[in-house]
């Protein structure tokens, strides 16, 4: 299995990212993808997951503004993060087959 996560970056708060998942495993379009990210000094958290029917799960924290969807013939898995806040600083990682990638870095400044 591997998950390679890209998008991230520096925006300032209010900003958009688009983050994106290439995954590469068995059977995606049966597996539950999610996102989970982790703030310095901070416990992982999971920010939202999807079913392969696009049944979809989100963190109160980002309820409204953030949004998680695949396209199951790509294999990929992305999340639209809008109305970004400083409270969203984190590594995210793309999460799969009960493996995580290797994260990336989404900054956002006040």
């Known amino acids: 299995v591997q998950l390679q996560a890209s998008g991230g970056g520096l925006v300032q708060a209010g900003g958009s990212l688009r983050l994106s998942c290439a995954a590469s495993?068995?059977?995606?379009?049966?597996?539950?993808m999610a996102w989970h990210r982790q703030a310095p000094g901070k416990q992982r958290e999971l920010v939202a997951d999807?079913?392969?029917?696009?049944?979809?799960n989100y963190a109160d924290s980002v309820k409204g503004r953030f949004t998680i969807s695949r396209d199951n013939a790509k294999n990929m898995v992305y999340l639209q993060m809008n109305s970004l806040k400083p409270e969203d600083t984190a590594v995210y990682y793309c999460?799969?087959?009960?493996?995580w990638g290797q994260g990336t870095l989404v900054t956002v400044s006040s």
């Open positions: 999807i079913t392969g029917g696009d049944h979809t």
């Open positions: 999460v799969g087959w009960g493996h």
């Open positions: 495993g068995s059977n995606f379009r049966l597996n539950v």
